[in-house]
C-alpha cells in the first residue's frame, strides 16, 4: 500500500491539489479525510450537478426546492408536505438487511429535520434475477431490513416497486421515499445561526461504523463477492427504537421552538453536519472533538469525523434554551451534548470567520482548520466526456437491435410474466396513522390527508406513485425517461390525483464511461422536457452513481416519486377492479410497437424505437380519467405499463377473481405493446353512455374492447386462460422462488 | 357521560395516536398514561397500544411490564377497570401477569400485514359485550410476534371459561385453536392481537372495529 494517503480515500491528485490550494498549505490527515467525504460522488454530486441544473423547479406552491434536506410544497389548509427519495444501493448489495434498514433510517432524518411528521415510506426496489440465488438472498435481505426497520420505527411503508433483472445482479437497486407532514408555519431549515449558539448533538453515540461509506461505498464500482465482503464494515448498522425516541424528541424541540437550526447526520456524519449548518447559516463553528460520546475507545478524530453511525442529529440552540433542550432529550431518553459552538461568519474579516475549527477540547489545540463552505462550495465539478453507445441513430431515435421474434403463444408469455408482489409488503405495516386508503399493489398509494398538529381531517387526500422503467430508457434514455414521468402522473390520475411535485432517485452506472454520462445527460433532459410538460417541480433528489453489476453498467435507471393531490376523498378510489357485466374501455390510442416491452424483455431483445409521447394528449387523457375518477364514474381502472394491455387485463382479472372477453385487439403488438396514455376502465352498463360522452368532449381516442365476465381471460384471436390458472402463477411466483434457498455468496 | 379513556405511551409504542383518534372519533376523551407516572389519571378504560415498547428489545413486553405506569395499570384492572392490550399491548398484558400465555413468532417467520376475519366468541368481555357470539368481524393484524402459545392446563381452562373472545377463520400465524385474543376470569380484561382502531373508517376498508371499541366505551357504565 504505497499509493499516496488523498488516493487511499479516493481523491484525485488534482483534487488534492485543490485543498492545498484553499488552505493554502498541505492539508493533515484529518483534514484530507474531511474532503475526501464531503468531495465523494455521493455527497457533492461532482458529475451529475452540471446536468441537474436543468431540471425545472419552480412553481407557486414549492415552499422548499432541491438543495435543502427535503422538498416542501404547499398542500392546502396550512399544511406543508416534504418530500424526499434516497438510494442505498451499494450498502443493500454488501449487507442486505442493514443497508436497506439505514436507508429507512436516513430518510426519515431528512424529513423530521424539515419539522415534518414522517407519515409514510415508499420503496421502490430492483434486484437482480430470481433464479439467482445471489440475488434471492440480497432481496430478502432487504425486504427483511425495511420490514425490521420500518414497522419498529413506527412509520408505514405504504407502496413502492418490485422488479427482477439480471441487469441488477449483485447491485440492487434501494430507493427510499418518505413523505412528512408539518404545520406550514413550523418549517425549519438547516442553518446555524447567531454567534455564540450552541451545537448540540442529540442521539446514539459515534462509533467505528459507517467510516467512509459515503466515498468506499457509494462512489466506487464494484469488483468481485470477496472484495465486497471486505467492505461490510463500511455499511452502517441501524437502531430504529434510538430513530423512534428521536423523531418523538427532535419533533418536541422543534414544537417548543427550541431549535434556530437542524440538520440530520447521513452521510459523511459530523463533518457534513457542521460545516452545512455552519455554511448555510453564513456562520464559522468550532466543533470540540472530545465532546463527542463515543461507542469505543481509541477512535482517531478522522474517524469521529467520518463516521456514519446511525440515529444521530445536530440541533443549532440558544444557549438560553439549553436546559429546556436537554429536559425534552431526557424525557425521551435520547443523549444530548453540546459539542460546537457557532462562530462568526467569513465576512466579519475575523480570522476565525467560517471557519470550521475541530479542537481538541474547546480552547485546546486545534486539529483541522477549513473554511466551512469549502467543503461544498469548492467542491470539484466534472464535465464528464459524454458518448452515444455504438448502434444508437440520434435522428431516428432508434437503437440497433435483431428484428423482434415472432409472438407464438401469447398465453405463455403472459403467464410469464405475472406476479404477486404481496409477499414483499405484506411484512410493512402500510396501514399505521389510520390514512392508507388503498396501500401498495394499486396504481398508487392514497392517503387521507389530516393535519399534522391538530389531526384533523380536511376531506381531501394525497397519492404518491413510484416508477422506473430500466428497459425502456436502456433503448432511448431521454424519452424512456419521459414516459416514466408520464406513468407516474397518469397513475395518479388513476386514484383521481393531480400531480403537485417530483422527486427523482438517479440510479446509473459508471461516471467515468462516457455511455454512462450521455444515459444520465440524457435522463436528466428527458425528466426535464416531460416535467415542463406537465407542469411538474421537481422539488429533490439523489444521484447514485457507479452501479455495476458483475463488470457490466447497469441499465439507466431514473426512478421518479411524484406526490399528487385528491381534492374531494369521500369515496374511496375504484382500484384495479372488475365488476360482473362491466363494460371494458380502452382509454387512449394504441401505437403497436414493441421495441422496449417487457414482452420484448423476456425475449431476450433489446433496442428498437419506444412508442412515441404527445405531452398534450397525455394531459387530456390523465384529466378525463381524473375527472371521470372524482366523479364516481369508473367501476375500476388501471393504467397500462409493463406488460402492456395484456397484463394489465390479467391483472384486473386476478384482483377481482373474474374473468374478461376482450375482442378489437389486432395482434400480438397491440396485446403487449406498452405506448404511453393509455387506462382499461371498467364500466358499469348503466354508466357507460356517459362516460363516453365526456370521453368524447374530452377529445380523447377510446374503444369498446370487451366485458368483465366469467371465469376466463380471452382476447379474440390471441389467448383465452383461466383466471384460477392465472392466478395461481400470480400468487405463488414470490413466495416460491424466495422460498427455494438462497446463497450468502 | 362520555368515557375517558388512558392510553399507555411507552417510547417505541407507535399506535397511540391511532388508538386516541378511534377513542374520539366514537365519542369518548382519549388521554395519554405516560409510562414514567404510576397513575391511570381517574380515566374509566385503559388502552395498552400496539408498537414496539422499548423496540421490543429482550422479548416484546418484557422491559414495558416493568414501567410504573403499569403498576397503576395492574392495580385499575385488580378493581375491575376495563383494560384492553391491542398487538403490541397484548405482548405487554401476558408478560405483566394480567392475561396468561405467550405470543411467540409467527407460524410462518414473516411480518404479516393484513386484514383477516374473526368471530367472536363470548360476549362476556369488556371488548365484546356489545357484539353478538358468531359475529364475524374483517379486522387487520400487523405483526411479527402473534402466534399465540400456552400450556394445555391453560387452554384447558381459557375454554372451560369462556375466555377465547375472539378466533381466527383462517389462522395467519399458528395460534393455537386459532386464537386471536382472550380475556382474564373477570372479563375486564382483555388482549387481541388484531387492531380494531385500524377498522373504523368504510374509507379505510372496514368499520367492524368499531363494535369492538364501542364495547369498551361503553364498558364502565356495565361496571
Known amino acids: 500500500m504505497d499509493q499516496p494517503l488523498h488516493r487511499a480515500l479516493g481523491l484525485t491528485d488534482d483534487e488534492a491539489a485543490s485543498i492545498e490550494r484553499i488552505l493554502g498549505r498541505a492539508p493533515n490527515h484529518l483534514e484530507l479525510a474531511m474532503f475526501a467525504v464531503m468531495w465523494s460522488e455521493h455527497c457533492s454530486y461532482k458529475s451529475s450537478r452540471l446536468h441537474l441544473k436543468r431540471l425545472p423547479t419552480d412553481a407557486p406552491w414549492v415552499l422548499v426546492g432541491p438543495g435543502e434536506n427535503a422538498g416542501v410544497v404547499d398542500v392546502g389548509d396550512g399544511i406543508a408536505a416534504a418530500i424526499r427519495i434516497e438510494s442505498h444501493n451499494h450498502p443493500s448489495a454488501i449487507e442486505p438487511y442493514q443497508g436497506a434498514a439505514t436507508g429507512v433510517g436516513g430518510i426519515l432524518r431528512d424529513i423530521f429535520t424539515m419539522g415534518a411528521r414522517p407519515i409514510a415510506v415508499m420503496d421502490p426496489l430492483r434486484f437482480g434475477s430470481l433464479d439467482d440465488a445471489r440475488s434471492r438472498w440480497i432481496a430478502e435481505g432487504v425486504v427483511n431490513g425495511i420490514s425490521g426497520y420500518g414497522n419498529s420505527v413506527g412509520v408505514p411503508t405504504v407502496g413502492g416497486e418490485t422488479v427482477f433483472d439480471e441487469t441488477y445482479a449483485d447491485n440492487p437497486l434501494v430507493n427510499v421515499l418518505c413523505l412528512g407532514l408539518l404545520p406550514a408555519e413550523r418549517l425549519v431549515l438547516g442553518q446555524a445561526t447567531g454567534e455564540g449558539n450552541l451545537a448540540v448533538l442529540l442521539g446514539s453515540t459515534t462509533g467505528r461504523d459507517g467510516i467512509g461509506g459515503v466515498s468506499v461505498l457509494a462512489s466506487a464500482g464494484f469488483s468481485d463477492a470477496e472484495a465486497d465482503a471486505q467492505k461490510r464494515p463500511s455499511v452502517q448498522v441501524g437502531d430504529p427504537f434510538e430513530e423512534k425516541r428521536l423523531i418523538e424528541a427532535c419533533l418536541e424541540l422543534l414544537e417548543a421552538g427550541l431549535v434556530v437550526g437542524i440538520q440530520d447526520l447521513g452521510g459523511a456524519g459530523i463533518t457534513c453536519a457542521t460545516s452545512e449548518t455552519a455554511s448555510r447559516g453564513g456562520m464559522g463553528m468550532d466543533v470540540d472533538v472530545t465532546a463527542i460520546p463515543l461507542r469505543e475507545a481509541g477512535m482517531e478524530p478522522f474517524e469521529i469525523m467520518t463516521s456514519e453511525s446511525q440515529e444521530r442529529m445536530l440541533a443549532i440552540v440558544e444557549p438560553s434554551g439549553l436546559d429546556a433542550v436537554l429536559g425534552i432529550c431526557r424525557k425521551w431518553d435520547i443523549r444530548a451534548n453540546v459539542i460546537g459552538h457557532v462562530t462568526s461568519g467569513p465576512a466579519t474579516g475575523d480570522e476565525a470567520g467560517g471557519r470550521l475549527r475541530i479542537l481538541d477540547g474547546f480552547g485546546g489545540a486545534v486539529l483541522a482548520d477549513v473554511p466551512a463552505a469549502s467543503l461544498h462550495d469548492d467542491a470539484p465539478l466534472y464535465d464528464r466526456p459524454r458518448a452515444a453507445p455504438s448502434g444508437w441513430d440520434e435522428a431516428g431515435r432508434t437503437l440497433a437491435g435483431p428484428e423482434l421474434p415472432p409472438c407464438e403463444d401469447p398465453a405463455a408469455d403472459l403467464l410469464a410474466m405475472v406476479a404477486d408482489t404481496s409477499w414483499v409488503w405484506s411484512q410493512y405495516d402500510h396501514q399505521l396513522y389510520l390514512n392508507t386508503v388503498e396501500g401498495p399493489g394499486g396504481d398508487a398509494t392514497v392517503l387521507r390527508l389530516k393535519h399534522p398538529a391538530t389531526g384533523a381531517d380536511t376531506g381531501r387526500g394525497l397519492a404518491l406513485s413510484t416508477d422506473g422503467n430500466h428497459r425502456w430508457c436502456a433503448v432511448d434514455p431521454r424519452l424512456g425517461t419521459a414516459l416514466v414521468v408520464a406513468e407516474a402522473v397518469l397513475n395518479l390520475a388513476s386514484v383521481g390525483a393531480r400531480p403537485l411535485a417530483l422527486v427523482n432517485c438517479l440510479n446509473f452506472g459508471n461516471p467515468e464511461h462516457p455511455e454512462v454520462m450521455w444515459q444520465l445527460s440524457e435522463a436528466i433532459d428527458g425528466m426535464a422536457e416531460a416535467c415542463s410538460s406537465f407542469d411538474l417541480p421537481v422539488v429533490g433528489g439523489n444521484v447514485s452513481l457507479y452501479n455495476e453489476s458483475r463488470g457490466m453498467d447497469i441499465d439507466p435507471t431514473p426512478v421518479v416519486g411524484v406526490l399528487g393531490c385528491i381534492d374531494d376523498l369521500r369515496r374511496r378510489p375504484p382500484g384495479v377492479r372488475l365488476v360482473e357485466g362491466g363494460r371494458l374501455v380502452l382509454v387512449g390510442a394504441t401505437q403497436p410497437e414493441l421495441s422496449g416491452s417487457l414482452w420484448a424483455r423476456d425475449k431476450g431483445h433489446r433496442g428498437g424505437r419506444l412508442p412515441a409521447l404527445d405531452p398534450e394528449l397525455h394531459l387530456r387523457v390523465a384529466g378525463v380519467v381524473r375527472d371521470l375518477v372524482n366523479g364516481g364514474l369508473l367501476a375500476g381502472v388501471h393504467d397500462i405499463s409493463s406488460g402492456g394491455l395484456a397484463l394489465a387485463l390479467a391483472e384486473l382479472c386476478v384482483r377481482s377473481g373474474l374473468g374478461a372477453q376482450v375482442a378489437r385487439v389486432a395482434d400480438a403488438a397491440e396485446l403487449f405493446s406498452e405506448s404511453p396514455s393509455r387506462v382499461v376502465a371498467c364500466v358499469t352498463p348503466d354508466s357507460l353512455p356517459y362516460v363516453e360522452r365526456v370521453l368524447g368532449n374530452a377529445g380523447v381516442p377510446f374503444a369498446r374492447i370487451g366485458v368483465a365476465s366469467g371465469d376466463r381471460l380471452s382476447v379474440k384471436g390471441l389467448l383465452d386462460v383461466s383466471v384460477a390458472e392465472l392466478g395461481t402463477v400470480w400468487q405463488q411466483r414470490l413466495p416460491e422462488a424466495l422460498g427455494s434457498g438462497t446463497t450468502q455468496g | ?223
Open chain 2, 1 to 223: 357521560m362520555t368515557t375517558r379513556v388512558g392510553v399507555v405511551l411507552f417510547p417505541g409504542s407507535n399506535c397511540e395516536l391511532d388508538a386516541m383518534e378511534a377513542v374520539s372519533s366514537l365519542g369518548g376523551d382519549a388521554v395519554v398514561l405516560w409510562h414514567g407516572e404510576a397513575t391511570v389519571q381517574g380515566v374509566d378504560a385503559v388502552i395498552v397500544p400496539g408498537g414496539f415498547a422499548h423496540g421490543d428489545y429482550l422479548r416484546p413486553g418484557a422491559i414495558a411490564r416493568f414501567s410504573p405506569v403499569m403498576a397503576a395499570v395492574q392495580a385499575f384492572a385488580e378493581e375491575g377497570g376495563p383494560v384492553v392490550g391491542i398487538c403490541n399491548g397484548f405482548q405487554v398484558l401476558t408478560e405483566a401477569g394480567l392475561l396468561p400465555g405467550a405470543l411467540q413468532k409467527n407460524a410462518g417467520l414473516k411480518f404479516l400485514c393484513t386484514t383477516v376475519d374473526l368471530r367472536v366468541e363470548t360476549t362476556r368481555s369488556a371488548l365484546t359485550a356489545g357484539a353478538e357470539v358468531g359475529q364475524i368481524l374483517r379486522v387487520p393484524i400487523n405483526h411479527f410476534e402473534g402466534n399465540y402459545t400456552c400450556d394445555a392446563d391453560t387452554l384447558a381452562l381459557l375454554q372451560a371459561e369462556d375466555r377465547i373472545v375472539l378466533r381466527y377463520l383462517d389462522n395467519p400465524n399458528g395460534s393455537v385453536d386459532d386464537i386471536a385474543g382472550i380475556c382474564n376470569a373477570a372479563g375486564n380484561v382483555v388482549g387481541l392481537m388484531p387492531h380494531p382502531e385500524r377498522a373504523i373508517s368504510e374509507l379505510l376498508g372496514s368499520v367492524d372495529g368499531t363494535v369492538l371499541l364501542r364495547s369498551l366505551l361503553d364498558a364502565p357504565s356495565r361496571v
